[in-house]
């Protein structure tokens, strides 16, 4: 495989499972050509969390140092079998910006790539943060209404890449609302807020992540859907691979089937990322 898997987790954030260097080793025993590195950031700075088990929803800040100086020991030790790219996945937390750069700006300089992700949902006069695609939150789709959850999840993207303090390179995971197989009630509105968010996106020139993690959960599809991948090949927003991979074993996942889908809408490149530059590779 002439591509890379850009989202990888491992035990570091608590609920995934492996070593980065098993992670790094499946990768090369699959012959990927590169393997992003890009566990969950720590949550502990921000505000209005307490809702959330984010201990174990992320690495803590004690423990970015080691993260990094692991993953640079791993791309020296197998950059004869592959190349390995450090990042981070990081949630966008509306006017919390400050609290992150604090954390983030030190080490930054040391990162390839950042996904900018959103995983917390936070409503203006609802019942405090919460992790919308951790099925101990279910009953918060019952309150809000499955609508709201995805008019909100897309305005709260609309925030983020319109915030110009958060800093990212790749949306992940784009439709992720839908995880639980949630339908819309008013499909056509929540479509025109996505096609409103993917816009932005495309304005703000950053690239958006093609998830094969959905093919592993009930809604039994990638992030984004065919026709929202569609919509973005159309807009000339550039795609990349990630798996999501919270086991070892998930690296990769089900890529050569994603690599036919893209190449059968129209793409015919991936992006890639070195010291947060993007350039291309073909398909
Ligand atoms: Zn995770
Ligand atoms: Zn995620």
């Not at 080490?107 to 992790?131: M, T």
């Not at 690296?251 to 010291?275: C, P, Q, T, V």
Request: with cysteine; aromatic share 14%; hydrophobic share 35%.
């Amino acid at each position: 495989m002439a591509y890379g898997d850009w989202h990888t987790h491992n035990q570091g954030c608590k609920h995934a499972v492996g070593k980065i260097e098993e992670y790094v080793k499946i990768a090369i025993e699959f012959k990927l050509k590169t393997i992003g590195v890009s566990d969950h950031f720590p949550y502990e700075f921000l505000n209005d969390i307490e809702r959330i088990p984010y201990e174990e929803y992320a690495i803590a800040l004690p423990e970015i140092e080691k993260y990094l100086t692991t993953s640079e020991e791993l791309k020296e030790k197998y950059k004869q079998d592959i190349t390995v790219r450090i990042g981070f996945e990081i949630d966008y937390f509306k006017n919390q910006e400050s609290a992150l750069n604090t954390h983030l700006n030190p080490i930054k300089k040391r990162l390839d790539f950042i996904l900018g992700s959103i995983h917390i949902l936070n409503f203006f006069n609802g019942r405090g943060a919460w992790g919308f695609d951790d099925s101990r939150f279910r009953k918060e789709y019952e309150y809000y209404g499955v609508d709201a959850v995805y008019l909100f999840y897309y305005q709260s993207i609309q925030k983020m890449v319109n915030s110009d303090k958060f800093d990212f390179d790749i949306i992940s995971h784009f439709d992720l609302p839908k995880k639980f197989n949630d339908i819309p009630t008013d499909k056509e509105k929540v479509y025109e807020e996505m096609m409103r968010t993917l816009e932005q996106i495309k304005k703000k020139g950053v690239a958006m992540e093609i998830n094969t993690g959905g093919l592993r959960k009930d809604c039994k599809e990638q992030y984004p859907s065919v026709q929202i991948i569609k919509e973005m090949f159309f807009l000339d927003i550039p795609v990349l691979l990630g798996s999501d991979a919270h086991r070892p074993e998930e690296i990769a996942w089900k890529f050569d089937k994603m690599i036919e889908i893209l190449k059968r809408i129209g793409y015919s490149e991936l992006a890639h990322y070195h010291n947060r530059k993007r350039t291309f590779i073909e398909i």
